[in-house]
Structure formats: C-alpha cells, structure tokens
C-alpha cells in the first residue's frame, strides 16, 4: 500500500496547489520506486492546467494511454481531476490483481481488467477471486475489501461519484502497516518527482513489490459517505474518508 499511497499524495498535491495541474497520463510505467520503493511521479509532459472559477471542466484533444484514460475524458475531451481519479483506481486495480489494465492475451471478456474486475470490487463472494493468487492468502482480507472498495469507487463511470484525491489518500493512509510512522515517510514534494525505476506490472520485480504490496494491508480505515456500507446503488459523489 506505501507504493499506492505514495503514487496518491503526489496526485492530491497537483489537484490541490493554486492552479490545480491534471496529470491525465497516470499509468504503473510513469510511478517511479526508490530502492525503499518509495513512489514518485514522473513525466509530466501530457499535465495539463485544471480549471478554474465556474469553469467545470478543461476542452482538450483525447490524448493519454488506452485503458488507463477515464471514459468520459476518452468520449468528450473533458478533462477534470476526477479523470486522474479514474487512472488511479485502474493502477490500484493492477496492483490487487497482479494483471496489466488491457491484455490481448486473455479471454476475451477479461482483456479489460476494469471491464472484468469491477463488477467483483463490491462484491464480498467475488472479490477475494480476484486478488493475485500468487499472494497465497497472505494478506489482510478486511484489508483487501476496503482497497477493492476505493478501487470500486475511483473507477466509476460516473466522474462525480469518484472520490477526490485527498480523499483517496486519507483511505490509503490508515491501511499502511504501522499507519503513524507510514504517513510521515512519503512526503508531498517526494511523492511528486524523481528518478528510480518504472511501476511494471507482470514481470518477477513487480510481483515481489505485489507482495509487499498487499501483505502489508491492515484493517483500520473504512468509507465513510453518504452511502456508508459503499454498497451499489446510484451514481452519488462518495468521498472515501
């Protein structure tokens, strides 16, 4: 969850300075890991300026990598923080699973992990199937439920029942092993930028970083909106506390 947590403070620092910045090509390759698998993120060459007073959203040609890329940002060039949101919850989704966001490879209704993980997120008989099998159970499963809920969360279709990135780090914070000292070894500006080697889901390195991953899960964060048990149900905004 450090690798998740990391990746999100350096989201909720660019949506939350004085000219909020959209990163809007969030994707594993572009998360980078210290040897202490610290995360910071890299190439901004796609960020763009978010909008600002009454403005709702920012017009731009569709541009980002295929599957990580919000569904209404793909559809309308409408670009808003809530479409990082999206790209989020697609990585946090990579790293439960174990599977990269769209793979040709697999069954042609599990090509797309969002398409084929979802609809299981919220779901308690269902979810724990989709967990990466080679974590051999060795992880929190009240852990595991509450990020499968976050992932559920940031992928909806609708981008106003996305949680806000701040959100998302205030979820994440409480599911570290040892959350009070966690917290404070990624800071906001570390989170941001710098050099290291590239977030790849699939190959031997990742799935160790997996492991840690979700060994490391704990059980002391929940959702708290207006719909607490996060069950499905309508397209209302909830904000992962």
């Given at each position: 969850m450090r690798i998740?947590?990391?990746?999100?403070?350096?989201?909720?620092?660019?949506?939350?300075?004085?000219?909020?910045?959209?990163?809007?090509?969030f994707k594993t390759s572009n998360i980078l890991?210290?040897?202490?698998?610290t995360a910071?993120?890299?190439?901004?060459?796609?960020?763009?300026?978010?909008?600002?007073g009454d403005e709702t959203h920012v017009s731009t040609r569709v541009m980002g990598t295929y599957?990580?890329?919000?569904?209404?940002?793909?559809?309308?060039?409408?670009?808003?923080?809530?479409?990082?949101?999206?790209?989020?919850?697609?990585?946090?989704?990579?790293?439960?699973?174990?599977?990269?966001?769209?793979?040709k490879t697999r069954p042609s209704k599990e090509q797309s992990l969002v398409d084929w993980a979802r609809p299981k997120l919220n779901d308690k008989r269902k979810l724990l199937q989709i967990i990466d099998p080679r974590?051999?159970?060795?992880?929190?499963?009240?852990?595991?439920?509450?990020?499968?809920s976050l992932a559920y969360y940031c992928l909806s279709q609708n981008p106003k029942a996305r949680p806000l990135m701040s959100d998302v780090v205030e979820t994440l914070?409480?599911?570290?092993?040892?959350?009070?000292?966690?917290?404070?070894?990624?800071?906001?500006?570390?989170s941001l930028i710098g050099v290291?080697?590239?977030?790849?889901?699939?190959?031997h390195r990742a799935i160790q970083m997996h492991h840690k991953f979700v060994q490391t899960v704990g059980a002391g964060a929940g959702c708290r909106s207006a719909n607490p048990?996060?069950?499905p149900g309508p397209p209302t905004a909830c904000r992962v506390r």
């Open positions: 998740a947590l990391g990746a999100a403070k350096g989201l909720a620092f660019l949506h939350n300075a004085e000219r909020p910045v959209i990163y809007r090509d890991l210290d040897s202490d698998y910071k993120l890299s190439d901004f060459g796609l960020a763009k300026a978010g909008p600002q599957g990580y890329a919000a569904p209404e940002y793909v559809m309308t060039g409408h670009l808003t923080a809530r479409s990082d949101v999206y790209s989020f919850g697609v990585v946090l989704l990579e790293l439960l699973t174990g599977k990269k966001s769209v793979d974590l051999e159970s060795e992880y929190s499963v009240r852990g595991a439920q509450k990020a499968c914070e409480p599911l570290q092993s040892g959350s009070s000292s966690c917290a404070n070894e990624v800071s906001l500006a570390s290291g080697r590239p977030l790849v889901i699939g190959n048990s996060c069950s």
